[in-house]
Protein backbone atom coordinates (compact mmCIF):
# COMPACT_ATOMS: atom_id res chain seq x y z
CA UNK A 1 0.00 0.00 0.00
CA UNK A 2 1.25 3.35 -0.36
CA UNK A 3 1.01 4.93 3.05
CA UNK A 4 2.44 2.63 5.67
CA UNK A 5 -0.46 0.54 7.29
CA UNK A 6 -1.45 -0.56 10.55
CA UNK A 7 -1.95 -4.39 11.79
CA UNK A 8 -3.72 -5.23 14.54
CA UNK A 9 -3.89 -9.21 15.50
CA UNK A 10 -6.42 -11.01 17.26
CA UNK A 11 -5.62 -13.66 19.50
CA UNK A 12 -1.78 -14.45 20.89
CA UNK A 13 -1.17 -18.08 20.33
CA UNK A 14 1.53 -19.53 18.73
CA UNK A 15 0.30 -18.88 15.29
CA UNK A 16 0.16 -14.68 16.35
CA UNK A 17 3.82 -14.74 16.29
CA UNK A 18 3.89 -16.08 12.60
CA UNK A 19 1.63 -13.22 11.73
CA UNK A 20 3.63 -10.72 14.08
CA UNK A 21 7.16 -11.59 11.74
CA UNK A 22 5.00 -11.53 8.85
CA UNK A 23 4.07 -7.84 9.65
CA UNK A 24 7.45 -6.98 10.32
CA UNK A 25 8.68 -8.17 7.01
CA UNK A 26 6.59 -5.80 5.36
CA UNK A 27 8.15 -2.46 4.32
CA UNK A 28 5.04 -0.32 4.37
CA UNK A 29 3.11 -1.93 7.61
CA UNK A 30 3.70 -1.93 11.60
CA UNK A 31 2.26 -4.03 14.11
CA UNK A 32 -0.07 -1.22 16.59
CA UNK A 33 -2.14 -3.32 18.77
CA UNK A 34 -2.84 -7.03 19.72
CA UNK A 35 -6.46 -8.46 21.32
CA UNK A 36 -6.81 -10.98 24.09
CA UNK A 37 -9.52 -11.91 25.56
CA UNK A 38 -8.55 -11.94 29.40
CA UNK A 39 -8.11 -8.40 30.98
CA UNK A 40 -5.46 -9.75 33.29
CA UNK A 41 -3.00 -10.89 30.93
CA UNK A 42 -2.74 -7.79 28.90
CA UNK A 43 0.14 -6.10 30.48
CA UNK A 44 2.20 -9.74 29.86
CA UNK A 45 1.03 -9.33 26.29
CA UNK A 46 1.81 -5.95 25.85
CA UNK A 47 5.05 -6.51 27.03
CA UNK A 48 5.77 -9.67 24.44
CA UNK A 49 4.83 -7.86 21.18
CA UNK A 50 5.40 -4.39 22.41
CA UNK A 51 2.23 -2.86 21.36
CA UNK A 52 -1.22 -2.09 23.50
CA UNK A 53 -2.95 -4.78 23.98
CA UNK A 54 -6.50 -4.45 24.26
CA UNK A 55 -10.29 -5.50 24.22
CA UNK A 56 -11.36 -6.21 20.58
CA UNK A 57 -14.31 -3.57 20.77
CA UNK A 58 -11.45 -0.99 21.81
CA UNK A 59 -8.91 -2.53 18.97
CA UNK A 60 -11.91 -1.80 16.34
CA UNK A 61 -12.57 1.49 17.37
CA UNK A 62 -9.15 2.46 16.71
CA UNK A 63 -8.05 4.85 13.74
CA UNK A 64 -4.99 3.47 12.97
CA UNK A 65 -5.85 -0.29 12.59
CA UNK A 66 -6.53 -0.63 8.89
CA UNK A 67 -6.26 -4.51 8.99
CA UNK A 68 -6.96 -7.12 11.54
CA UNK A 69 -5.05 -10.60 11.56
CA UNK A 70 -7.38 -13.32 13.28
CA UNK A 71 -5.87 -15.72 14.99
CA UNK A 72 -8.35 -16.84 17.02
CA UNK A 73 -9.82 -20.52 17.68
CA UNK A 74 -11.56 -20.91 14.40
CA UNK A 75 -14.69 -21.81 15.76
CA UNK A 76 -14.80 -17.24 16.67
CA UNK A 77 -13.43 -16.71 13.32
CA UNK A 78 -16.85 -15.77 11.41
CA UNK A 79 -18.06 -14.31 14.06
CA UNK A 80 -14.71 -11.56 14.55
CA UNK A 81 -14.38 -11.33 10.53
CA UNK A 82 -17.75 -10.05 10.50
CA UNK A 83 -17.38 -7.61 13.45
CA UNK A 84 -13.97 -6.25 11.97
CA UNK A 85 -15.56 -6.01 8.36
CA UNK A 86 -18.42 -4.16 9.98
CA UNK A 87 -15.72 -1.87 11.29
CA UNK A 88 -14.25 -1.36 8.04
CA UNK A 89 -11.19 -3.28 8.77
CA UNK A 90 -9.02 -5.35 6.17
CA UNK A 91 -9.07 -8.72 7.22
CA UNK A 92 -6.46 -12.03 7.19
CA UNK A 93 -8.22 -14.75 8.69
CA UNK A 94 -6.60 -17.95 9.75
CA UNK A 95 -7.50 -21.35 8.65
CA UNK A 96 -10.07 -22.94 8.88
CA UNK A 97 -11.74 -19.28 7.45
CA UNK A 98 -14.84 -20.68 9.50
CA UNK A 99 -16.23 -24.17 10.34
CA UNK A 100 -19.48 -24.29 8.15
CA UNK A 101 -20.24 -23.05 4.89
CA UNK A 102 -23.03 -20.88 5.80
CA UNK A 103 -20.07 -19.31 7.97
CA UNK A 104 -18.10 -18.60 5.36
CA UNK A 105 -20.62 -17.09 3.21
CA UNK A 106 -21.57 -14.50 6.10
CA UNK A 107 -18.10 -13.35 5.79
CA UNK A 108 -17.92 -13.25 2.32
CA UNK A 109 -21.06 -11.08 2.36
CA UNK A 110 -20.06 -9.00 4.97
CA UNK A 111 -16.41 -7.99 3.47
CA UNK A 112 -18.60 -7.27 -0.04
CA UNK A 113 -21.25 -5.55 1.44
CA UNK A 114 -18.83 -3.32 3.62
CA UNK A 115 -16.19 -2.87 0.97
CA UNK A 116 -13.44 -4.49 2.53
CA UNK A 117 -10.66 -6.97 2.01
CA UNK A 118 -10.83 -10.68 2.72
CA UNK A 119 -7.57 -12.95 3.01
CA UNK A 120 -7.26 -16.39 4.37
CA UNK A 121 -3.64 -17.31 5.74
CA UNK A 122 -3.82 -20.65 3.52
CA UNK A 123 -0.20 -19.27 3.24
CA UNK A 124 1.40 -22.62 0.97
CA UNK A 125 0.19 -21.35 -2.27
CA UNK A 126 2.17 -18.38 -2.04
CA UNK A 127 5.10 -20.15 -1.23
CA UNK A 128 7.84 -20.28 -4.55
CA UNK A 129 7.40 -24.05 -4.86
CA UNK A 130 4.00 -24.20 -5.17
CA UNK A 131 3.68 -21.43 -7.26
CA UNK A 132 5.84 -22.89 -10.14
CA UNK A 133 4.16 -26.98 -9.56
CA UNK A 134 0.83 -25.04 -10.14
CA UNK A 135 2.27 -22.97 -13.19
CA UNK A 136 3.52 -26.18 -14.78
CA UNK A 137 0.59 -27.91 -14.26
CA UNK A 138 -2.06 -25.05 -15.82
CA UNK A 139 0.72 -25.10 -18.66
CA UNK A 140 -0.24 -28.51 -19.43
CA UNK A 141 3.16 -30.10 -18.83
CA UNK A 142 2.03 -33.30 -16.48
CA UNK A 143 -0.84 -33.30 -19.12
CA UNK A 144 -4.09 -34.19 -17.93
CA UNK A 145 -3.98 -35.09 -14.54
CA UNK A 146 -4.99 -38.22 -13.22
CA UNK A 147 -4.01 -39.10 -9.62
CA UNK A 148 -3.25 -36.86 -6.53
CA UNK A 149 -1.70 -37.99 -3.44
CA UNK A 150 -1.74 -36.70 0.49
CA UNK A 151 -0.21 -38.06 3.35
CA UNK A 152 -0.02 -36.40 6.69
CA UNK A 153 1.90 -38.72 8.84
CA UNK A 154 1.97 -36.40 11.82
CA UNK A 155 2.53 -36.24 15.55
CA UNK A 156 0.24 -34.04 18.26
CA UNK A 157 0.27 -35.69 21.85
CA UNK A 158 -2.24 -35.47 24.43
CA UNK A 159 0.14 -32.66 25.70
CA UNK A 160 -0.20 -30.14 22.81
CA UNK A 161 -4.04 -30.59 23.41
CA UNK A 162 -4.11 -29.76 26.11
CA UNK A 163 -2.37 -26.46 25.95
CA UNK A 164 -5.72 -24.97 25.07
CA UNK A 165 -9.26 -26.02 25.99
CA UNK A 166 -10.69 -25.44 22.41
CA UNK A 167 -8.16 -27.50 20.89
CA UNK A 168 -9.65 -31.09 20.07
CA UNK A 169 -13.23 -29.80 20.19
CA UNK A 170 -15.87 -30.13 17.59
CA UNK A 171 -17.25 -26.41 18.72
CA UNK A 172 -14.06 -24.75 18.11
CA UNK A 173 -11.40 -26.60 16.70
CA UNK A 174 -14.02 -27.76 14.17
CA UNK A 175 -12.15 -31.27 13.37
CA UNK A 176 -8.87 -32.76 14.10
CA UNK A 177 -6.11 -33.76 11.93
CA UNK A 178 -7.98 -32.46 8.77
CA UNK A 179 -9.37 -29.52 9.81
CA UNK A 180 -6.23 -28.27 11.93
CA UNK A 181 -3.42 -29.87 9.99
CA UNK A 182 -4.15 -31.44 7.13
CA UNK A 183 -6.33 -28.29 5.78
CA UNK A 184 -3.10 -26.72 3.69
CA UNK A 185 -2.36 -29.94 1.73
CA UNK A 186 -6.16 -30.30 1.07
CA UNK A 187 -6.44 -26.92 0.19
CA UNK A 188 -3.19 -27.14 -2.31
CA UNK A 189 -4.84 -30.93 -4.24
CA UNK A 190 -7.86 -28.80 -4.71
CA UNK A 191 -5.74 -25.71 -6.13
CA UNK A 192 -4.07 -28.46 -8.50
CA UNK A 193 -7.02 -30.49 -9.46
CA UNK A 194 -10.08 -28.78 -9.13
CA UNK A 195 -13.23 -29.48 -6.52
CA UNK A 196 -14.18 -33.17 -6.22
CA UNK A 197 -17.74 -34.08 -7.14
CA UNK A 198 -17.48 -37.56 -5.07
CA UNK A 199 -15.65 -38.30 -1.64
CA UNK A 200 -15.69 -41.91 0.43
CA UNK A 201 -13.86 -41.49 3.92
CA UNK A 202 -13.11 -43.58 6.87
CA UNK A 203 -12.27 -42.12 10.34
CA UNK A 204 -11.36 -42.34 13.67
CA UNK A 205 -10.28 -41.23 16.75
CA UNK A 206 -7.95 -44.09 17.84
CA UNK A 207 -5.10 -42.66 20.14
CA UNK A 208 -5.70 -39.49 21.72
CA UNK A 209 -7.74 -37.92 23.86
CA UNK A 210 -10.09 -35.49 22.31
CA UNK A 211 -13.44 -35.28 20.50
CA UNK A 212 -12.37 -34.84 17.04
CA UNK A 213 -10.48 -37.54 14.74
CA UNK A 214 -6.92 -38.59 15.02
CA UNK A 215 -6.67 -40.58 11.78
CA UNK A 216 -8.60 -40.42 8.14
CA UNK A 217 -8.31 -41.47 4.91
CA UNK A 218 -10.28 -40.23 1.68
CA UNK A 219 -10.81 -41.12 -1.90
CA UNK A 220 -11.90 -38.41 -3.82
CA UNK A 221 -13.22 -38.21 -7.49
CA UNK A 222 -13.07 -34.90 -10.09
CA UNK A 223 -15.17 -33.79 -12.63
CA UNK A 224 -12.46 -35.09 -15.18
CA UNK A 225 -12.36 -38.97 -13.67
CA UNK A 226 -9.24 -38.14 -11.74
CA UNK A 227 -8.52 -39.55 -8.68
CA UNK A 228 -6.67 -38.49 -5.48
CA UNK A 229 -6.68 -39.83 -1.60
CA UNK A 230 -5.56 -38.64 1.67
CA UNK A 231 -4.39 -40.15 4.45
CA UNK A 232 -3.64 -38.52 8.07
CA UNK A 233 -2.47 -38.72 11.35
CA UNK A 234 -1.73 -37.13 14.60
CA UNK A 235 -0.56 -40.26 15.73
CA UNK A 236 2.88 -41.35 14.02
CA UNK A 237 5.42 -40.42 16.60
CA UNK A 238 8.03 -38.85 15.85
CA UNK A 239 6.33 -37.24 13.18
CA UNK A 240 7.12 -37.09 9.44
CA UNK A 241 7.09 -35.16 6.70
CA UNK A 242 4.08 -34.81 4.66
CA UNK A 243 3.85 -36.08 1.11
CA UNK A 244 1.89 -33.99 -1.94
CA UNK A 245 2.13 -35.97 -5.13
CA UNK A 246 0.69 -34.89 -8.50
CA UNK A 247 0.61 -37.11 -11.83
CA UNK A 248 -0.64 -37.00 -15.08
CA UNK A 249 -0.70 -38.51 -18.68
CA UNK A 250 2.70 -36.77 -19.11
CA UNK A 251 4.55 -36.67 -15.91
CA UNK A 252 4.37 -36.25 -11.80
CA UNK A 253 5.66 -34.12 -9.08
CA UNK A 254 6.99 -35.38 -5.98
CA UNK A 255 6.73 -33.22 -2.90
CA UNK A 256 8.33 -34.18 0.70
CA UNK A 257 8.02 -31.72 3.19
CA UNK A 258 8.91 -28.43 1.73
CA UNK A 259 11.31 -30.22 -0.88
CA UNK A 260 11.04 -31.77 -4.52
CA UNK A 261 11.92 -35.36 -4.19
CA UNK A 262 11.14 -35.60 -8.18
CA UNK A 263 9.84 -34.06 -10.63
CA UNK A 264 9.86 -36.14 -13.88
CA UNK A 265 8.12 -35.36 -17.75
CA UNK A 266 8.23 -38.07 -19.97
CA UNK A 267 10.30 -38.27 -22.77
CA UNK A 268 9.44 -35.73 -25.64
CA UNK A 269 7.01 -33.62 -23.42
CA UNK A 270 7.93 -29.90 -23.20
CA UNK A 271 8.53 -28.44 -20.05
CA UNK A 272 6.72 -24.62 -20.45
CA UNK A 273 8.02 -24.11 -16.45
CA UNK A 274 11.44 -25.51 -15.87
CA UNK A 275 11.33 -28.64 -13.25
CA UNK A 276 12.67 -27.57 -9.92
CA UNK A 277 15.55 -30.05 -8.84
CA UNK A 278 15.13 -32.70 -6.54
CA UNK A 279 16.25 -32.25 -2.51
CA UNK A 280 17.06 -34.89 -0.85
CA UNK A 281 15.56 -32.68 2.38
CA UNK A 282 13.31 -34.64 4.15
CA UNK A 283 12.89 -32.93 7.80
CA UNK A 284 9.40 -33.61 9.53
CA UNK A 285 9.06 -29.88 9.71
CA UNK A 286 5.67 -29.44 11.34
CA UNK A 287 4.96 -33.45 11.01
CA UNK A 288 6.62 -33.46 14.92
CA UNK A 289 6.08 -29.73 15.79
CA UNK A 290 3.72 -27.17 14.87
CA UNK A 291 6.30 -24.42 15.38
CA UNK A 292 8.56 -26.63 12.43
CA UNK A 293 7.06 -24.20 9.54
CA UNK A 294 9.04 -21.02 8.16
CA UNK A 295 7.49 -17.58 8.76
CA UNK A 296 7.94 -16.95 4.43
CA UNK A 297 4.54 -18.11 3.49
CA UNK A 298 2.64 -16.20 5.92
CA UNK A 299 5.71 -13.08 4.78
CA UNK A 300 4.20 -13.93 1.15
CA UNK A 301 0.22 -14.19 1.98
CA UNK A 302 0.32 -10.26 3.62
CA UNK A 303 2.26 -8.96 1.43
CA UNK A 304 -0.25 -9.90 -1.63
CA UNK A 305 -2.98 -8.53 0.74
CA UNK A 306 -1.19 -5.52 0.92
CA UNK A 307 -0.90 -4.78 -2.13
CA UNK A 308 -4.21 -6.14 -3.64
CA UNK A 309 -5.60 -3.74 -0.96
CA UNK A 310 -3.94 -0.55 -2.40
CA UNK A 311 -4.58 -1.81 -6.03
CA UNK A 312 -8.16 -1.40 -5.06
CA UNK A 313 -8.87 -5.29 -5.87
CA UNK A 314 -9.11 -8.81 -3.88
CA UNK A 315 -6.23 -10.77 -2.79
CA UNK A 316 -5.95 -14.60 -4.67
CA UNK A 317 -6.67 -16.40 -1.87
CA UNK A 318 -10.03 -15.19 -0.89
CA UNK A 319 -12.98 -15.93 0.75
CA UNK A 320 -14.24 -18.28 -1.79
CA UNK A 321 -10.51 -19.52 -2.33
CA UNK A 322 -10.65 -20.17 1.46
CA UNK A 323 -13.77 -22.08 1.60
CA UNK A 324 -13.34 -24.42 -1.68
CA UNK A 325 -10.70 -26.02 1.31
CA UNK A 326 -12.98 -26.29 4.22
CA UNK A 327 -16.19 -27.57 1.70
CA UNK A 328 -13.71 -30.44 0.24
CA UNK A 329 -13.22 -31.54 4.52
CA UNK A 330 -16.72 -30.82 5.72
CA UNK A 331 -17.53 -33.08 2.41
CA UNK A 332 -15.30 -35.52 3.73
CA UNK A 333 -15.95 -35.90 7.39
CA UNK A 334 -19.64 -36.09 6.26
CA UNK A 335 -18.63 -39.37 4.32
CA UNK A 336 -17.04 -40.24 7.70
CA UNK A 337 -20.40 -39.82 9.45
CA UNK A 338 -18.03 -37.22 11.46
CA UNK A 339 -18.93 -33.73 12.26
CA UNK A 340 -21.02 -31.53 14.96
CA UNK A 341 -21.11 -30.72 18.03
CA UNK A 342 -21.59 -34.57 19.04
CA UNK A 343 -18.76 -35.41 17.01
CA UNK A 344 -19.48 -39.13 15.53
Known amino acids: MSKQVGVAILGTGMVADYHRQAIEAQDNAQLVAVSHHNPDKFADISARFGVP ?9 RDDVDVICICTPSGQHAEQTIQAATAGKHILVEKPMALTLEDADAMITACDNAGVSLGVALQRRAEPLFQQIKAATNAGDLGDLTLGVVTIPYVRDDAYYAQADWRGTWALDGGGVLMNQGIHLVDLLVWLMGDPVKVQAYADTLHRNVEVEDTLVASLKFANGSLATITATTTAAPGFAHRLEVYGTHGGIQVVGESVSAWGLAAGSPAHISPIRPNANTEAGSGGDPRGIKPSGHIQVLR ?11 PSIDGPQGKRSLKTILDIYAAAGLGGPNGK
Not at 54 to 61: A, H, K, T
Request: aromatic residues 4%; hydrophobic residues 35%.
Open 304 to 314: ELLTSIDAGQG
Open 53 to 61: CLSYDNVLR
